[in-house]
């Protein structure tokens, strides 16, 4: 995993982003097994999005976090 970034990155509003960093997510199944994908997350108030990498901003998926608690242990 490559080191997170603070301060907003891919052209997002540096105040919004909490941090953003490649991690691996698990896909959908391909012919019967589960796939594993590198994607660039972005953690914003209380979501998690992501992207197929930093350079691409097509929102591949959102995934809520509402009433979750994050931790920094950086």
Not at 14 to 26: F, T
Not at 45 to 59: F, G, I, K, T
Request: hydrophobic share 35%.
């Amino acid at each position: 995993m490559a080191s997170p970034n603070k301060s907003g990155s891919g052209g997002e509003s540096r105040s919004a982003v909490a941090i953003s960093g490649y991690l691996w997510k698990q896909g959908g199944s391909r012919g019967g097994r589960k796939t594993w994908k590198r994607r660039w997350f972005v953690l914003r108030h209380d979501s998690l999005y992501y992207y197929s990498s930093q350079e691409d901003l097509q929102l591949l998926g959102v995934m809520p976090l509402h009433g979750a608690v994050v931790f920094d242990l950086a």
